[in-house]
């Protein structure tokens, strides 16, 4: 029986590749329903294709531009905020969720809530409201299978193993396109130069978060909350080759990893067809072209906003958000150049050190709290 997918972000680089894996794969998917920010015209292209039952644009301002370009088709088409909670909250087999940051938090719950097993990309929702979301897809009986590729290497490393068992976890990081730099070297470099990424082909907001390696820092959270492990387990290596994703070591000294070449394809595809798996098209590993598997600490010294986002596994939620939060915007004044690349961590810093924790009950409260350590970041001033 084929499943019925619905793809949250399709028009960005991860839903864009599920669309691809959907498409090469006929016979055992079928897209019920896409959204995508404000790219009408892979929406429309996308949905002539696939003919889903909705098509959601959450900017609202393009809406009627979607519609017009859409209304010769049977499709219900919808917009904003609304629209996007509506879709996550219809039935299918498993939703995709690719939209970067905050915004993804709120589909996601509503997802979860309404029983649907996530293929998660955005580790954001995780980050801000991990206390909240996985005791409730424990209860609502929700399997979320990461996309993110360390974790789902993880997570392809503990099929069939018991998390008792496991002593320890490492995420890897290939360290950016600044790993051989200085502090001091980085602190005004442009946007364009940390947008290019030496292995993974991502979107703006994850690049420059791998130039910062908080992106690894916003893992360890993440996956402390997937995994249900604690700080002490989690760690993460740089490993420049980008080949080994995760590894996982047992009390008995055994180590599991996962190797893959560097392509969301791999974790998509995984998640998607869990508990099987697909045949993809992409380039392989050729292990006699492999010259080494380096490893090596990562110097918070160098990398400060890794070590300020580790540090708050297992503190209060409330800074877990207030980091994320600050990041989002601190990463978007950079990208429109009203940021330096080196102020990026004192923003985020600085906001975590000004918001007063509160008790976050629900996830009004927890999109009520983004709100106000977003309203504190903004007031800093470079
Ligand atoms: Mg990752």
Redesign the pocket.
Known sequence: MKKLVTVLGATGIVGSKAIEIIRENPEKFEIFGISGHSNVSSLVSFAIEFSPKYVVISNLVLFSELEKQLNHLNIEILSGDEGLTFLASQKTDILVAAITGFAGFEPIFKAVNSGIDIALAN?EALVAGGHLLMPLAKEKGVNIIPI????NAIFQCMMGQNWSEVDNIT?TASGGPFLTKKSAEVQNIPPSEALKHPTWNMGAK?SIDSATMM??GL?TIEAAWLFDIRKEQISALIHPQSLI?GIVKFKDQSVISHMAPADMKVPISQALAWPERLKIKIKEINFTEVESFDFQEIDTGQFPCYGLAYELIEENPCYSIALNAANEIAVNLYLNYKLQFGDIFTLVAKTIDMVQVTNLTDYQSIIDYDKYARDIAVSLKF
């Open positions: 580790k993110d590729s360390e974790h995420l994850i992106n690894k893992e994703h």
